[in-house]
């Protein structure tokens, strides 16, 4: 899988951005600039590789949001403070990212099942997607708790409060996700979301099995 050929001119420019911006900051000795700015692209490629590793398709879509969470996330957020600058930025991106990995872990439990909509109960496969989800964001405050110690940065902001409060909203995020997914099940649609599931599905048929089977017929 050719990562550049399967993403979108906005996501290549947004990495070479992050590139330039840690080059230049290396050269002006900006240490800490430029380890968010290469941290950023680091992690915003992350999904491409994986899924050149592990055979999947990814959607356009969904390249750019995550590309575009992890830049608002880590390099807006930290290097031009956003998070201090607006008081709502941290909660937002708490907020987005669970409903994102809550819709994945929808995806990755479906596969489980190789898409049989019949092999659990609907409510089943979305109580396990809250959980996935939740895992998801408590590896997350486990991971800012970590950059905090080892690189002094802030992204805990005010300590037990913050890292509650996060939870809370990934919650709430987590809880609209497996929703989606429930009333995807049950009633094959759930709108503009339902249809970024299927494309996801229909590029993946070998993993979800009976959905595709079921398409045949």
Not at 90 to 95: E, I, N, Q, R, Y
Not at 126 to 143: D, N, Q, R, S
């Amino acid at each position: 899988m050719n990562i550049a050929k399967n993403t979108g001119p906005v996501m290549l420019s947004i990495w070479a951005l992050l590139l330039f911006a840690g080059l230049i900051a290396l050269g002006f000795g900006r240490w800490s600039l430029a380890f968010v700015s290469l941290a950023t692209l680091a992690l915003s490629l992350v999904p491409p590789l994986l899924a050149s590793r592990w055979s999947l398709t990814l959607p356009v879509p969904f390249l750019f949001a995550t590309t575009l969470f992890i830049f608002a996330s880590v390099f807006l957020g930290e290097a031009l403070d956003f998070y201090e600058r607006l008081w709502w930025w941290d909660l937002a991106l708490h907020g987005i990212s669970a409903f994102g990995f809550g819709l994945t872990g929808f995806l990755f439990v479906f596969m489980l099942f190789e898409g049989d909509r019949f092999a659990a109960p609907p409510s089943a496969i979305a109580f396990i997607t809250f959980c996935v989800a939740m895992t998801i964001g408590g590896m997350w405050e486990i991971f800012e708790f970590l950059m905090d110690e080892t690189f002094g940065l802030n992204m805990q902001k005010s300590g037990l409060v913050d890292t509650i409060g996060d939870l809370m909203i990934n919650a709430v995020g987590s809880f609209a996700a497996s929703l989606t997914g429930y009333v995807y099940l049950v009633r094959n649609s759930a709108g503009p979301l339902g249809r970024a599931l299927s494309e996801f599905i229909s590029l993946n048929r070998r993993l979800y099995q009976k959905s595709k089977d079921r398409l045949k017929k």
